[in-house]
C-alpha cells in the first residue's frame, strides 16, 4: 500500500467523534465525493465515490449515526487501464439524502447554485470541528506523496469556493497552503515536510506522522553524513594539493644547492615531507616529538615561500 492508502486506512479507523465534528466531516466528504442522482419516481438520492473500502465503510458509519439511515454499498472492478476498484455508498431514502446534502450546504430549493454551493460557517466554527472538516477534505479527495522522495500533499477540491474554504480552514492551523488549478480542477497543496506532518497530526494520523518523521530522520542523517564526506574529500583533496606543492618546492631549493643551507628546523620539515609524501599536518607534526601541527604549517609554507622567490628571481633575470 502507498504511503497516502496506510494515512487513509489509519484515519478511517479513528473513533467517529463528537456529533459536531461528525458533521462536519460528513460534510466535507458530501461535498468531495458526492453526487446527486435521480431514483426510481424523480426522487433524489445521494452517491459517495472513493477506491478505499475503509473510507466508504467510514462514511457508511458517519451516515448511519448522524442520519440513522443504512446506505447501499457496492463496488465497480477497475478496467485494464485503471487497476483499482472503486466503492461506491448509496443513500437511497430521499429524507436521509436532503438532509445530508442540506448538512452539506447543497440546498435543493430556492435560487440554489450548484457551482458555488454554500458550507454552513457553523458546521466548522469550533477547532475540533475544524481539524474534522479537515480530515474529511483528505479523506475523499486527498493525496500524499511518499516522504522518502519529497513532501507533497494534496486536496482536489471540485470549485474555487471549496478551495478557499479548504485554505481558510488550514490558515485557522497556521498552515499556509497553495491553491493551483490542474485538469479544470482547484487544488489545495502544502510542499514543506513540517507542514506536512502538522497537517497529518491535525487531522489523527498519529501512525503516518512517525512514519513521516522517521524517514525525514533518516533523510536528515544520510546527508549529514554526505555533508561530511564531502568536506572529508575536500580536505583532503586540499591536503593532497599542499602536499604536490611543497614536494615541488623541496625538489626546487635541492636543485639550486639551497635545501644543505637552510636552518634545522626547515631542513627537518622538509626530510620529513619527502619521506611521507602523503601524510597529514598532524601525522607530520606527530612524527616530529616537540612539534605542533601550526609549527610544521608554518616551516612548510615557509619552504613553499622561498622556493617562489627562486622562481621569481630566476623569471626576473
Not at 507533497?152 to 497552503?177: G, K, W, Y
Not at 497530526?201 to 546527508?223: D, F, P, T, W, Y
Request: charged content about 25%.
Amino acid at each position: 500500500m502507498s504511503f497516502s492508502s496506510n494515512a487513509k486506512e489509519e484515519l478511517a479507523g479513528l473513533s467517529l467523534g463528537k456529533r459536531c465534528c461528525r458533521r462536519a466531516e460528513t460534510a466535507a466528504m458530501v461535498r468531495m465525493g458526492g453526487t446527486i442522482e435521480i431514483l426510481s419516481g424523480g426522487k433524489l438520492g445521494l452517491r459517495f465515490d472513493t477506491e478505499s473500502l475503509e473510507v466508504a465503510r467510514r462514511m457508511a458509519a458517519l451516515i448511519r449515526s448522524l442520519y440513522h439511515v443504512q446506505g447501499q454499498m457496492t463496488m465497480r472492478e477497475g478496467r485494464r487501464l485503471q487497476k483499482k476498484n472503486s466503492f461506491q455508498l448509496h443513500i437511497m431514502e430521499a429524507g436521509a439524502a436532503a438532509s445530508v446534502l442540506e448538512d452539506a450546504g447543497i440546498h435543493l430549493s430556492g435560487d440554489w447554485d450548484p457551482e458555488a454551493p454554500q458550507l454552513p460557517d457553523g458546521r466548522i466554527d469550533r477547532p475540533c470541528c475544524k481539524a474534522a472538516f479537515l480530515r474529511g477534505a483528505f479523506l475523499a479527495a486527498g493525496t500524499i506523496s511518499d516522504p522518502s522522495g519529497g513532501y507533497h500533499l494534496e486536496i482536489a477540491a471540485r470549485d474555487e469556493e471549496m478551495a478557499q474554504l479548504i485554505v481558510r480552514v488550514l490558515a485557522s492551523h497556521a498552515l499556509r497552503a497553495h491553491t493551483a488549478i490542474r485538469r479544470e480542477q482547484w487544488v489545495v497543496y502544502l510542499k514543506e515536510g513540517d507542514q506536512v506532518v502538522d497537517f497529518l497530526g491535525i487531522i489523527g494520523a498519529h501512525e503516518a506522522v512517525l512514519a513521516m518523521e522517521n524517514v525525514r530522520a533518516e533523510k536528515s542523517l544520510r546527508n549529514q553524513v554526505n555533508r561530511q564526506v564531502n568536506c572529508e574529500n575536500a580536505n583532503l583533496d586540499k591536503t593532497v594539493d599542499a602536499a604536490g606543492r611543497q614536494m615541488e618546492a623541496i625538489a626546487c631549493l635541492e636543485r639550486i644547492g639551497a635545501l644543505h643551507r637552510l636552518s634545522p628546523a626547515l631542513r627537518e620539515a622538509a626530510e620529513l615531507r619527502m619521506a611521507y609524501p602523503e601524510a597529514t599536518l598532524q601525522e607530520l607534526s606527530e612524527a616530529a616529538p616537540g612539534l605542533s601541527k601550526s609549527a610544521m604549517n608554518h616551516r612548510l609554507r615557509k619552504l613553499v615561500e622561498l622556493a617562489n622567490q627562486y622562481r621569481k628571481g630566476e623569471g626576473e633575470s
